[in-house]
């Protein structure tokens, strides 16, 4: 059985390489990426403070689609260039947005939310989709969030089949 370990007492980059241990142990005897992005999802949600939205959108065709994730009720269809995730998506890069009402284009699925960080899921130059984290806070998201949560997402990449997941 896996057992979350809290670290927020720790710096970020510290807290980072905590969290993404915890990944690694997680995904250690599991390929599935259903499951693995469900328990990443619940893991960012649960681990991370101040997050009101922790989860996957997975690129169908000219869209990304509903996945895994923890909070409220989401957006089930984004298209690419649209809001902070389509604009991650079709960038291809990560997005941190301190203030997303001044997002040109910002998708209100939350009306709590305040800034939001947006992670591409990239094979090689393949889009699989995006992880996306909200939190109720400006300024929540910055570039220690960026690095630890990109390599998050490559640890999720390298230890998942995320393939029944497109289409």
């Given at each position: ?14 807290a ?19 499951a693995?992005?469900?328990n ?13 939205w ?15 994730f923890?909070?409220?009720v ?54 699989l989709?995006?992880?996306d ?10 570039e ?24």
């Amino acid at each position: 059985m896996f057992v979350a370990q809290r670290f927020l007492d720790q710096p970020k980059p510290a807290a980072y390489r905590e969290l993404n241990a915890q990944h690694t142990a997680l995904f250690a005897d599991e390929r599935d990426g259903l499951a693995n992005s469900a328990n990443m999802a619940a893991l960012l949600y649960e681990l991370l403070p101040d997050l009101n939205w922790a989860g996957f959108y997975f690129l169908r065709g000219d869209e990304l689609v509903l996945g895994p994730f923890q909070g409220r009720v989401a957006c089930v269809r984004i298209a690419l260039g649209r809001g902070v995730c389509g604009s991650a998506a079709r960038e291809r890069r990560t997005l941190v947005v301190p203030d997303v009402h001044a997002f040109p284009g910002h998708i209100a699925c939350d009306a709590r939310s305040r800034s939001e960080i947006v992670v591409p899921l990239l094979d090689g130059d393949q889009l699989l989709g995006v992880l996306d984290l909200d939190s109720p806070l400006d300024s929540r998201f910055d570039e220690d969030d960026a690095r630890g949560l990109e390599t998050a997402v490559q640890l999720l990449l390298a230890h998942s089949d995320l393939s029944r997941l497109l289409a």
